[in-house]
Nanobody, 123 residues
């Protein structure tokens, strides 16, 4: 499956962005999905994950209550709605697809990745 992430940009603190992750090649419903981010000089960190059906969602403590992960399997697309953005949310955001979400926080367990989209939050 090929993934393409888009929707990043520059936003002021307190603002919102919605990231999208479009899949092609295979149906996205066969995979759990996750969003990770990587700031300069830091490791890729878990942000959120969602089960194949969308019935289960998981969040990093740092984004809980501000970010919402969702998916539309009919459109083969996943989303990350980001509200109340903070400067520390600045990073390149990546979407990934995993055959199993048992280790949803571990980016090495994801089978496919999109190319990343830059999110910059100004103070």
């Amino acid at each position: 499956v090929q993934l393409q992430a888009f929707g990043g940009g520059l936003v002021q603190a307190g603002g919102s962005l919605r990231l999208s992750c479009a899949a092609s090649g295979r149906t996205l419903s066969s995979y759990g999905m996750g969003w990770f981010r990587q700031a300069p000089g830091k490791e890729r960190e878990f942000v959120a994950a969602i089960s194949r059906s969308g019935g289960m969602t998981y969040y990093a403590d740092s984004v809980k209550g501000r970010f919402t992960i969702s998916r539309d399997n009919a459109k083969n697309t996943g989303y990350l709605q980001m509200n109340s953005l903070k400067p520390e949310d600045t990073a390149v955001y990546y979407c990934g697809a995993a055959q199993s979400l048992i280790y949803y926080r571990d980016y090495t367990r994801y089978n496919y990745w999109g190319q990343g989209t830059q999110v910059t939050v100004s103070s």
